[in-house]
């Protein structure tokens, strides 16, 4: 059997996820990385992205996360995160509405801050629906 370690994903919200693992895959702001059992410490920033995680039974989990932090101290790895879903949480529906109307927002012009939280929500509605889509 594989070495696993311990991960939890946090939002404000709950802990959306907590459980042993054998490895995860992210993307961080400085690039793409994975964690094994035993890795170095870490702290690092991640960007909206997907999360892939193989969990001691070695079944995959994808979880979408809205920007946050991992740090990997003694074979725990935390996440905390603005937001998390995973595959089958995604309320295509009003995700589909908020890219709509972020779109909406990008494109009609504005102040360069509601461009930019625009495209903060243009964002994580393409990660979201790239998750439910697979």
């Known amino acids: 059997m594989a070495k696993t370690f311990k991960l939890e994903i946090i939002t404000p919200e709950k802990v959306v996820y907590s459980d042993s693992v054998q490895s995860i895959s992210a993307d961080g702001t400085e ?14 920033e991640l960007k ?11 079944k995959t989990i994808r979880l979408a996360l809205d920007r946050g932090f991992l740090e990997v101290m003694a ?17 295509v529906e009003k995700v589909s509405a908020e ?16 461009k930019e939280k625009a495209q903060a929500i243009l964002t994580r509605a393409n990660t979201w629906l790239k998750l439910a889509n697979k």
């Open 48 to 58: 909206t992205s997907i999360l892939t995680v193989n969990d001691a039974n070695n």
């Open 75 to 91: 074979n725990n790895v935390v996440v905390l995160s603005d937001a998390c879903v995973t595959e089958g949480d995604v309320n």
């Open 99 to 114: 890219k709509d109307a972020a779109e909406k927002t990008l494109s009609s012009g504005g102040s360069a801050e509601e």
């Open 31 to 44: 690039g793409s990385f994975g964690v094994l059992a035993d890795h170095a410490p870490l702290i690092t």
